[in-house]
């Protein structure tokens, strides 16, 4: 059973940057596309951004296109979500899980949430 750990994440100013760091306890299959998401208060878990097992596709919520980047090194089962220019808005637990993507291109979460990162940016 695999087992995710995030870290990374704090308090930034908006405007500012952080990377966010997905680590598996063991091998991430390299089947397996992963996905952050992200839940701020009061609100259902979103998805943020989703890559391919081959690191090949990667794809982004609207609300970050252009300044969230999603990575992987497989080698070392992790994942990266690096997000620049940080809204009041970004401001979530961010959580990151192996998914499929289905022929429809939805994203099917398939393992167990970990505690996540709390990212929060002030305005």
């Known amino acids: 059973q695999v087992c995710l750990v995030e870290s990374g994440g704090g308090l930034v100013q908006a405007g500012g940057s952080l990377r966010l760091s997905c680590v598996a306890s063991g091998s991430i299959p390299s089947i397996n596309a992963m996905a952050w998401y992200r839940q701020a208060p009061g609100k259902q878990r979103e998805l943020v951004a989703r890559?391919?097992?081959?690191?090949?596709?990667?794809n982004y919520a609207d609300f970050v296109k252009g300044r969230f980047t999603i990575s992987r090194d497989n080698a070392k089962n992790t994942v990266y979500l690096q997000m620049n220019s940080l809204k009041p808005e970004d401001t979530a637990v961010y959580y990151c899980?192996?998914?499929?993507?289905?022929?429809?291109?939805?994203?099917?979460?398939?393992?167990?949430w970990g505690q996540g990162t709390q990212v929060t940016v002030s305005s």
């Open positions: 899980n192996r998914v499929l993507i289905t022929s429809t291109r939805t994203t099917i979460p398939l393992g167990s």
């Open positions: 890559i391919s097992s081959g690191a090949s596709s990667t």
